[in-house]
Structures are given as C-alpha cells and as structure tokens.
C-alpha cells in the first residue's frame, strides 16, 4: 500500500471531525465534491452520532457533504462498509491484472442510488479503495 500524504487542509478536517466526534479517523480524502472520513473499527457509531447527529452538524460547519465509512483490512469488509447505505448483500473478489475487482450485490431497489448520477458513488469507492486495499475497480450488480 502506498503511503498517503495528508495536506494541511485535510489535517485540519481530520482534527475538526476527531474533536466533534471522539471518534479517531484513519484517513479522510475529497472525491466527487464529498468529504469521506474512514475511521477505525468499531467508531463507526461515534463518528456518526445518534440518527446521523454528528455528521450533519460537520455538513453544516464545513458547508461540505460528509460520508463516513468505517475501515477494514478485509477487502471484501471494506466494500461492503463503503456501500453500508446499500444494504449490500455479497462482494465477489476477482483477479484483474495487478489487483482486483470487487463486485457488489445490492437489492435491485438501491442498484441505481448505489451507483449514483454519473457513477459518482462507484468514483467515491473505487478512490478509498484504490487507496486501502488492492482493488482497482468495482461495479454494483
């Protein structure tokens, strides 16, 4: 895994999400105009608070859209948090050149919202995974 390198900008984000949530972030990136926070296993609650509290109080202050995603270092683990507001029912791993592709099931109700206009989901979740893990594409069946 390559190291990743953290801007001033987003350190600040990191310190501003950590001090609002006692949750402790791994990672935080920019992709498709959203802020995504990884955090670490078992935080996921935290970072959100009671009925999404927390996050939408951050979507206020940073003026930002704000997906959180709890991290794993189970591949197939973490496609499936990345696509936790899908309801995903199975993640297929496939050899593909250098590393991987991930296929996941979603019912067929929320296969277009988990693609999102344009693909913008499967862009969001193959930026966290290209960066944690070694799938190099994903696509939503």
């Given amino acids: ?12 984000y990191i310190r501003l999400f950590e001090e609002r949530t006692g949750a402790r972030v791994r ?19 935290k970072a959100v608070g009671p009925g999404g509290v927390l ?7 940073l003026k930002k859209e704000i997906m959180v995603v709890e991290y794993s270092d189970e591949p197939a683990t973490l496609v499936k948090n990345v696509f936790y507001a899908y309801s995903p029912r199975t993640v297929d791993l496939a050899q593909k050149g ?5 296929t996941v099931t979603v019912d067929p109700a929320w296969k277009a919202r988990a693609i999102g206009k344009a693909g913008k989901n499967l862009k969001i979740a193959r930026a966290i995974l290209m960066r944690h893990s070694d799938i190099i594409s994903v696509n939503v069946a």
Avoid: N, Q, S, W
């Fill in 98 to 102: 250098k590393g991987r592709h991930a």
């Fill in 27 to 45: 990672d935080c990136l920019e992709a498709e105009d959203k802020l995504v926070f990884l955090v670490y296993p078992g935080e996921i609650h």
């Fill in 55 to 61: 996050v939408d109080r951050l979507k206020g202050l």
């Fill in 1 to 12: 895994m390559p190291e990743i390198a953290l801007d001033t900008e987003t350190l600040g």
